[in-house]
């Protein structure tokens, strides 16, 4: 079994800068890639941005510029660094991993986090 543990979530003022950080844990061979979701109220869950083992990003439109993704792959965490937070960046903050679980044949897996909620409000 693999866990991914965010931190960093919280309130915000429009603006504001916030990190986050999910760390992986457990039976992990190695990690392909990791990313950040988000979901807001009635809205679907989307991909703000995400990276490959080899450092390769990609980011949603809407944070372009304003947020950094990355990663330390010795200490299987991925990071998102948020800065210029907007109001409509509220949503719950999911973190996800694409890996090579070795129990007990090394098989893929993809695992989320539990999320944390960012909230960016005056």
């Known amino acids: 079994q693999v866990q991914l543990v965010e931190s960093g979530g919280g309130l915000v003022q429009p603006g504001g800068s916030l990190r986050l950080s999910c760390a992986a844990s457990g039976r992990i061979f190695s990690i392909n890639a990791m990313g950040w979701y988000r979901q807001a109220p009635g809205k679907e869950r989307e991909l703000v941005a995400s990276?490959?083992?080899?450092?390769?990003?990609n980011y949603a439109d809407s944070v372009k510029g304003r947020f950094t993704i990355s990663r330390d792959n010795a200490a299987n965490t991925v990071y998102l660094q948020m800065s210029s937070l907007k109001p409509e960046d509220t949503a719950v903050y999911y973190c996800?991993?694409?890996?090579?679980?070795?129990?007990?044949?090394?098989?893929?897996?993809?695992?989320w986090g539990q999320g944390t909620q960012v909230t960016v409000s005056s």
């Open positions: 990276i490959t083992s080899g450092g390769n990003t």
């Open positions: 996800k991993a694409d890996l090579l679980e070795a129990v007990p044949d090394i098989s893929r897996r993809i695992y």
